[in-house]
């Protein structure tokens, strides 16, 4: 489910079965070199995104994804904004990012960090194979997480 008005109200009908939210994290660079990089790698996260709720509509909820630049203070970040997702009403947090920095703080839930593939030049077939790919990495950690 997306953070869309019909699937928030399928969402508040039915909350008691959607107990994982997944957030998104996107990097946006403005330095002209990183940009390609930044742009392909927000395509990447959000199109995993996308086969994950597919793959999982009626178990996870997505919120928007979360945009910073380089010169974020991540760490203000954490102790504010994300602190904020501890206090919500699914019993599973996920953030989604390909920024390995993530996976130095302690976050109100699991990080899933993946390397970055650009899909851009990819004809569709294809991409929806690495897609599904790397659905099927990710998918151990989703499992774990709800079997405990």
Known sequence: MNWTGNDMDTYLS???YI?????????VEMNLDKMKTSASST?????????????FK????????????????LQSIVQTTFQEFSGTP???VFFLTTDHVWSTFELPGQVIWMPSIPLE????????????????????????????
Request: no cysteine; proline share 6%; charged share 25%.
């Open 58 to 73: 009626g178990r996870m909820m997505f919120a928007p994804p979360f945009s910073y630049t380089s010169t974020s203070d």
């Open 121 to 148: 030049s990819m004809d569709a077939s294809l991409r929806q194979s690495i897609l599904e790919d790397q659905l099927r990495q990710v998918l151990p950690k989703f499992i774990e997480k709800w079997s405990n």
């Open 19 to 27: 107990d994982t939210l997944v957030i998104p994290l996107v990097k």
């Open 14 to 16: 039915q909350k008691e």
């Open 90 to 92: 699914f019993k599973h």
């Open 43 to 55: 395509e990447f996260v959000m199109h995993l995104a996308s086969v994950i709720e597919t793959q």
